[in-house]
């Protein structure tokens, strides 16, 4: 079976920083494009970046643009969210995906076919 698992979330005051580590199993991990979603309550899932197979493109959100960054690990099955000058407006639940696509990469969460569970980013000021 495939699985993400995402981990790293916690509390964090504004200003601090959190890496969010995505591990991948069952599947071909350099074969897919891999994406970053969140979701705070009440509001849409958000996309926030996606990194293509091989590390070498990735497109971000505005709204996280110069603040976060993603990288990957193909030998690891392994991609990062690494986050800084974290706001209480990123407050949310974080969802790593992964994407068949090879011809270019997505920003709409309806064309990533797994996902994990999601892991809790609290951010207090």
């Known amino acids: 079976q495939v699985l993400l698992v995402e981990s790293g979330g916690g509390l964090v005051q504004a200003g601090g920083s959190l890496r969010l580590t995505c591990a991948a199993s069952g599947l071909i991990f350099s074969k897919y494009a891999m994406g970053w979603f969140r979701q705070a309550p009440g509001k849409e899932r958000e996309f926030i970046g996606t990194?293509?197979?091989?590390?070498?493109?990735?497109i971000y959100a505005d709204s996280v643009k110069g603040r976060f960054s993603i990288s990957r690990d193909n030998a690891k099955n392994t991609v990062f969210l690494q986050m800084n000058s974290l706001a209480p407006e990123d407050t949310a639940v974080y969802y790593c995906?992964?994407?068949?696509?090879?011809?270019?990469?997505?920003?709409?969460?309806?064309?990533?076919?797994?996902w994990g569970q999601g892991t809790q980013v609290t951010v207090s000021s």
């Open positions: 995906a992964a994407d068949q696509t090879v011809a270019y990469l997505n920003i709409h969460e309806n064309e990533y076919e797994y």
């Open positions: 990194i293509a197979r091989t590390g070498a493109r990735t």
